[in-house]
């Protein structure tokens, strides 16, 4: 058994961005929404205060469904997090369009001075606590360009923050995420999503220039049929605390807050296959440990893929 890795997701449902696409766009939050999710989401670090050590936790990872980086309090929990004896890893999804040195103060501020510690295959980061901190961040070619999206990904890693960086494989952008590879830090890692409204199969030509960007492109493809012991290692969090074990996966009676550990961590499936990164890349078994680490989930190479 590996050290346990934590996937929350608040109640947050907005985004500062309008993709065409996507549902959370066009939902603009009250502000009880954004103080209700506040709340949910410092109850949630108060309780990793206990639950990290007795339940060897070492990673946690903000996955919303809107835009969390924008809000304060995610860039404090976070900070908090990390601060925690025992946690080598905090992070968070995001389209990377918050204020980077700004959150990153925010950040430090809350880690409260603590010796972090050295971090196997982790950027240099100047001894901070960035070192612990892995961003996913996401290019939304409707919403940014190339050029600003990738001075903030320079921004972080000169920063010593942990990095990856990935979009949807849409057939029309393949010549600009080539462009976005040749602008990005060369060995930040650049995934590629599969496109779940194509309506037909990728083409040859297609799958093999979406594997040139992303070397784990066919995995993708062909995520793995379900096996929920290959699970026991990680659970899924929601703002009321109800706990699933992936992403994907039935929701379990137990309660987070409430619940015992051993019913908290036991797997539970319901589904054929692991079929997103989320949930195929925290198995036991996921062949791109060898490259991503004890943690895969953030999606940083542990060393050259
Ligand atoms: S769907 Fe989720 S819980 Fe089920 S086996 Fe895949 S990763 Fe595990």
């Known amino acids: 058994m590996g050290r346990k890795t934590i996937c929350y997701r608040g109640s947050l449902k907005s985004c500062n961005y309008h993709c065409s696409y996507c549902p959370f766009s066009r939902h603009r939050a009250s502000a009880a929404e954004l103080e209700r999710d506040r709340q949910q989401f410092v109850r949630f670090c108060d309780s990793m205060e206990k639950k990290a050590a007795e339940s060897d936790i070492g990673a946690v990872f903000i996955v919303p469904y809107g835009e969390a980086s924008i809000h304060r ?17 905090v992070g968070m999804q995001t389209n990377l369009s918050f204020s ?20 196997p295959g982790a950027r240099k980061g100047k001894g901070r606590p960035q070192k612990k901190l892995c961003i996913w961040a996401t290019f939304h070619p409707e919403m940014t360009d190339v050029d600003t999206f990738s001075d903030n990904c320079h921004k972080l890693t000169e920063n010593g923050v942990n990095l ?12 600009l995420l080539g462009r976005l590879r040749e602008k990005l830090p060369l060995d930040v890692y650049l995934w590629i999503n599969k496109m779940d409204g194509l309506r037909r199969n990728y083409t040859e030509e297609e799958r ?19 096996d929920a012991a290959m699970c026991a290692d990680r659970c899924f969090v929601e703002a009321d605390g109800r706990v699933h074990t992936c992403n994907i996966s039935k929701a379990k009676t137990v309660n987070w807050y409430t619940g015992n550990a ?17 949930a195929y890349g925290g198995r036991a078994d996921f062949e791109g440990r060898r490259h991503f680490g004890e943690y895969p989930i953030f999606r940083i190479p542990s060393g050259h893929i």
């Not at 051993?262 to 989320?278: A, N, T, V």
Request: aromatic share 12%; hydrophobic share 40%; proline share 7%.
């Open 100 to 119: 980077v040195e700004a959150c990153l103060n925010i950040f430090e501020f809350h880690c409260g001075g603590n010796d972090v510690g050295e971090m």
């Open 208 to 226: 093999t220039a979406f594997s040139v960007i992303d070397p784990f492109f066919e995995v993708e493809l062909n995520p793995p049929a379900a």
């Open 73 to 89: 309090w995610y860039w404090e929990g976070l900070g908090r997090l990390a601060g925690l004896p025992g946690i080598d890893r």
């Open 262 to 278: 051993e019913e908290i961590f036991r797997p539970l499936c319901g589904r054929k296959r692991c079929s997103c990164y989320l």
């Open 164 to 175: 990856c960086v990935g979009a949807v494989g849409v057939p029309q952008n393949l010549s």
